[in-house]
């Protein structure tokens, strides 16, 4: 099986920055879409970014767009997450996912999952 480990989270004031980190214990990362997901209180868990095998195809949420940044380092098998101008409903708990070629805003189309880190945002 492949372990997803997500690191990085935290508290951060509104208008602050977060990088979050995932790292992939797969042999085959290099080959894998990467994605960005969040779960916050009562809602269901939502899209955030998604990157191809190569970062030649990138993808993000309209509401985190011109915010976030997803970025990939396949020889360290980690998948990124820059957090700017944090707003406070950005707080969530955000899982790093993996999987070959399949519909990136689906969650199901997803194969492998992180435990997750926690992003608080206050004011």
């Known amino acids: 099986q492949v372990q997803l480990v997500e690191s990085g989270g935290g508290l951060a004031q509104a208008g602050g920055s977060l990088r979050l980190s995932c790292v992939s214990s797969g042999r085959l990362f290099r080959m894998e879409h990467a994605a960005w997901f969040r779960q916050a209180p009562g809602k269901e868990r939502e899209f955030v970014a998604g990157?191809?095998?190569?970062?030649?195809?990138?993808s993000y949420a309209e509401s985190v767009e011109d915010r976030f940044t997803i970025s990939r380092d396949n020889d360290r098998n980690t998948v990124y997450l820059q957090l700017d101008s944090l707003k406070l409903e950005d707080t969530a708990i955000y899982y790093c996912?993996?999987?070959?070629?399949?519909?990136?805003?689906?969650?199901?189309?997803?194969?492998?999952w992180g435990q997750g880190t926690q992003v608080t945002v206050s004011s």
């Open positions: 996912a993996t999987s070959v070629t399949g519909s990136w805003r689906n969650p199901n189309a997803w194969n492998n």
């Open positions: 990157i191809n095998e190569n970062a030649a195809l990138i």
